[in-house]
């Protein structure tokens, strides 16, 4: 069974920083992308960033220069550092893993963590 553990999160003013980790455990034979999303009350769930096994990274327009995305292949995990926080990045994020290939399997899927809110008020 594939689990999702995120880390960190928090509440932090403007200007701020957190850092958020999601590990990804279980038989897992490889994992195509991780990377995290969020969502505000009342929007939708968006995409904030996400890397490749080989290390490639997208951001959103909206966090680039302020967050960076880094990996651990080997430990199946992924770090989301957030820097110069605003009010606007107040959501709850998601780790997501894609085409997650367990052991035995044929096939790849994508698996979310719970969730962990990352709070930015003065």
């Known amino acids: 069974q594939v689990q999702l553990r995120e880390s960190g999160g928090g509440l932090t003013e403007p200007g701020g920083s957190l850092r958020l980790t999601c590990e990804v455990s279980?038989?897992?034979?490889?994992?195509?992308?991780m990377g995290w999303y969020r969502q505000a009350p009342g929007k939708q769930r968006e995409l904030v960033a996400m890397i490749s096994s080989g290390g490639y990274a997208n951001y959103a327009d909206a966090v680039k220069g302020r967050f960076t995305i880094s990996r651990d292949n080997a430990k199946n995990t992924a770090t989301l550092e957030m820097n110069n926080l605003t009010l606007d990045d107040t959501a709850v994020y998601y780790c997501n893993s894609r085409h997650t290939v367990v052991e035995g399997a044929s096939y790849g899927q994508d698996y979310w963590g719970k969730g962990t809110q990352v709070t930015v008020s003065s």
């Open positions: 279980g038989r897992i034979r490889s994992v195509t992308a």
